[in-house]
């Protein structure tokens, strides 16, 4: 088990951060690597991503489809072979898929949606539980979405994938209570990501319309909740949902 000296110190600790070369994820890794955490990033590609300017060198890029469960096997085997361990697991990756009626949702961006948002998650938690299992130690987070608990109207795909993350996770945690393994999941609201690009500005106008606060959250918002879920200090809570949501989440 890592040091108990600075709770907030991740290092000489390891993290994977899916789809860690853009937005969210990138985001995040900064905030790990910030705390001292070597970091390896898995993303589709890594196009646009400069170490100069994400101000770190990532311990190891590699290009993972998190809906092929080789692929992320793999990937995994990797990492542990160059750091000897991972503690931490952020499973980042995921796309919005189309805005449309239910009726009208293509069959295979359905399925395109829930083999990233959904199994991508399974994949990544199904190599990395048994190893952190077997150290006693081990902090999982999935990034899920409010979308996950309300439901958005034109994003069906999106929105089942994510209630999928939260419930599984609730699932996982509970099989992991007792080993020093912590999973949990948190659920922003519409983030300033590429992510916006996929949407409609009508639909970004009634996600905005949603939030108390009135605004959409920042990726440095999350990427501080995360590290905190992430470190040693997050000790008794697992099976748990953090919202991120500017006051919209009800429960």
């Given at each position: ?15 994977i ?6 937005g ?40 993972v ?17 160059e750091?000897g ?12 898929g ?51 608990k ?17 419930a ?52 440095d ?20 949902t ?10």
């Open positions: 088990m890592p040091s108990s000296g600075n709770l907030t110190d991740l290092s000489g600790q390891t993290a951060v899916t789809g860690g070369a853009r969210l994820g990138l985001g995040i890794a900064q905030r790990l690597a910030r705390a001292g955490c070597r970091v390896a990033l898995w993303d589709v590609n890594f196009d646009g991503f400069e170490e100069t300017k994400a101000g770190f060198s990532p311990t190891l890029k590699q290009t489809d998190v809906s092929d469960a080789v692929a992320v096997a793999s990937a995994f085997a990797d990492v542990i072979t750091t361990q991972v503690d931490i697991l952020v499973n980042n990756a995921g796309i919005n189309p805005i449309r009626s239910t009726w009208d949702y293509p069959l295979d961006a359905w399925q395109k949606v829930l083999a990233i948002d959904l199994n991508g998650v399974f994949h990544g938690c199904r190599v990395a539980a048994p190893h952190m299992r077997d150290r006693g130690y081990g902090r999982i987070i999935n990034v899920a979405s409010i979308a996950g309300e439901g958005n109207p034109g994003g069906s795909a999106y929105a089942a994938a994510k209630g999928g993350v939260i599984f996770s609730k699932s996982l945690a509970k099989e992991l209570a007792t080993s020093g393994v912590m999973v949990n999941c948190i659920a922003p609201t519409m983030a300033e990501t590429e992510l916006l690009k996929e949407m409609t500005p009508e639909f970004v106008s009634t996600i905005k319309a949603k939030i108390p606060m009135g605004r959409i959250v920042r990726v918002e999350v990427a501080e909740m995360v590290a905190w879920i992430a470190s040693p200090a997050c000790s008794f809570t697992t099976g748990f953090f919202d991120l949501t500017g006051g919209r989440a009800t429960y």
